[in-house]
């Protein structure tokens, strides 16, 4: 990934906006920022660009799979879904790398009696609201994916959730925002920001101090700065990748346990846990052993696959598990795009936008008005 490691002296520069963190939700924002021919922008990053938990996400673009009602989340997820093609089409122009979007689908199993009703009402509510949804019999199920285990009892199909080679996504990112002549530090830890009279002065950085007007703060479970009233948690997901050539299903396949995602070059992503752990990104036996049984439980042809590597990574979780995207009314100058926790990857391309506009614009953008920073001051009171 493309990235400048200039290390030199920062005491003395400035930028127009700098932002905080190198996952894809600050690149993206980086990228559409850029775009929107906003110069001078400094993207800080303390490792390399791409290394957290948007590297150890599944890829997963789907809304529709596991949700119960339709909400403004529900309708922030579906519409930054949906800006995937156009996202994908966009960053292969101007990085020459292929996301590997894969539009094959997502599948739902249902095992016991539990499971089948709630797919159930997922369909009902799902078909009333004009969704795109398929119930499946068992037999149909199987006939689609016949890997899959003879103990579905029956299944549902959502044919616009999709996924995507989050990895891919993270190098076309880095490789965009370099074109696009973003300054990109990485190896530079923001230490503390600096605001006088209620604005935003710069960053503190472990090389020296930057001077900004705008600090959009990107920096996944590790966003809780100053003493804002935005407090985010990591929540550790751990995942196991299997060898499987040739693949075992085409369809990315949950159950109500685990999951399954088949990506192109053959590897098989199983996952998750999730699990308040702190900031440690162990792998634990516990973890893989869950991973495991709820896969195998899926597809039971796994347990002749190879393992091939495991990791883990940290989700930020807000306190209402919500994403926090917008301006900070305590703060001029403060942007918060973090909270993202199970869906950062999915969200991404529509934070990206939102969050430049609100720059560009001046404006917040109505769709972030539930997501704003200035709910947790209004709890706080
Ligand atoms: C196992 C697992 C599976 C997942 N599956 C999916 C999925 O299928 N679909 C989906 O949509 N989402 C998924 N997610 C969630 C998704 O990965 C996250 O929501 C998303 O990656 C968050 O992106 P981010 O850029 O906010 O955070 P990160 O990718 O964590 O990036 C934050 C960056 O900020 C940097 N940083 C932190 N503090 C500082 C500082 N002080 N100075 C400089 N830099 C700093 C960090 O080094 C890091 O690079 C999954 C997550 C996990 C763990």
Not at 80 to 103: C, W
Not at 109 to 124: G, K, M, P, V
Not at 193 to 219: L, P
Request: proline residues 4%.
């Amino acid at each position: 990934m493309d990235s400048t490691n200039d290390t030199s002296k920062l005491t003395g520069r400035s930028a127009s906006v700098v932002i905080i963190g190198g996952g894809i939700i600050g690149l993206t924002i980086a990228r559409a920022l850029s775009l929107r021919g906003v110069k001078d922008i400094c993207l800080l990053e303390r490792g390399s660009l791409g290394s957290e938990s948007s590297f150890a996400a599944g890829g997963m673009l789907a809304p529709q799979a596991e949700a119960d009602s339709r909400d403004e989340f529900f309708e922030l997820l579906c519409q930054s879904r949906d800006l995937y093609p156009n996202f994908a089409a966009s960053l292969k122009d101007e990085s020459g790398i292929d996301i590997e979007l894969d539009t094959t689908g997502t599948l739902y199993l249902a095992f016991s009696e539990h499971d089948q009703l709630e797919i159930d009402q997922r369909y009902e509510w799902q078909m009333q609201a004009g969704l795109p949804v398929e119930k499946l019999t068992a037999v149909e199920a199987r006939m689609l994916e016949p890997g899959i285990s003879h103990d579905v009892r029956g299944a549902l199909r959502f044919p616009l959730d999709i996924q995507v080679e989050n990895r891919r996504v993270l190098s076309a990112l880095g490789n965009s925002i370099a074109q696009l002549g973003v300054k990109t530090l990485c190896g530079t830890n923001v230490e503390s920001i600096e605001t006088v009279r209620h604005s935003v002065k710069g960053v503190h950085t472990n090389d020296g101090f930057i001077s900004c007007e705008t600090i959009v703060i990107a920096a996944g479970a590790w966003s809780t700065f100053l003493n804002s009233s935005v407090k985010v948690e990591p929540v550790r997901g751990q995942m196991v990748c299997l060898t499987a050539t040739p693949q075992l299903t085409r369809h990315v396949i949950y159950s109500a346990r685990g999951y399954i995602i088949p990506r192109q070059d053959g590897r098989l992503l199983a996952g998750s846990t999730s699990e308040r752990a702190g900031f440690t990104k162990e792998v634990t036996v516990g973890g893989v052993n869950t991973i495991l049984s709820n896969a195998l439980e899926i597809a039971p042809g796994i347990s002749a696959l190879g393992i091939n590597d495991a990791w883990s990574g940290l989700r930020p979780k807000a306190l209402d598990g919500l994403p926090v995207v917008g301006a900070c009314g305590e703060i001029d100058g403060l942007i918060f795009a973090t909270g993202h926790y199970r869906n950062g990857i999915l969200l991404a391309p529509l934070t990206g936008e939102l969050i430049a506009e609100t720059i560009v614009e001046g404006v917040a953008p109505a769709l972030l008005n539930p997501f704003t920073p200035d709910r947790f001051v209004a709890v706080d009171a």
